[in-house]
């Protein structure tokens, strides 16, 4: 089970941190993503770590401005967002596959329930 928090209201260039807490198995094995859903767009892929090892895959949107990180001690993941946009407006998702990086949504087994993010211009 994946758990997701830490969205909100902010403006651009605020920062947020969303979280994502894992329960009922071990994850730490596991590739863990973030991916995010605006209205009438497809889920995409925003940021993604390889538990064991701790390798960190990007979309180019937000390069440079996010940054994934992990406490394998708490079964959490966490969605550092910098510098924010209106365009980052979306529900973010947290997502967990059995190891490899995906960017396509339906690579992934497990998934959060959501968390608004809406940034205002």
């Known amino acids: 089970q994946l758990q997701a928090s830490g969205g909100g209201l902010v403006q651009a260039e605020d920062s947020l941190r969303l979280s994502c807490a894992a329960s009922?198995?071990?994850?730490?094995?596991?590739?863990m993503g973030w991916f995010r859903q605006a209205p009438g767009k497809e889920r995409e892929f925003v940021a993604g770590?390889?538990?064991?090892?701790?390798?960190?895959y990007y979309a180019d949107p937000v390069k440079g401005r996010f940054s994934i990180s992990r406490d394998n001690a708490k079964n959490t993941v966490y969605l550092q967002m910098n510098s924010l946009k209106p365009e980052d407006t979306a529900v973010y998702y947290c997502?967990?596959?059995?190891?490899?990086?995906?960017?396509?949504?339906?690579?992934?087994?497990?998934w959060g329930q959501g968390t608004q993010v809406t940034v205002s211009s």
């Open positions: 770590i390889r538990l064991s090892g701790g390798s960190t």
């Open positions: 997502a967990a596959n059995q190891g490899s990086y995906y960017s396509t949504a339906s690579r992934y087994d497990y």
């Open positions: 009922g198995r071990a994850f730490s094995s596991y590739f």
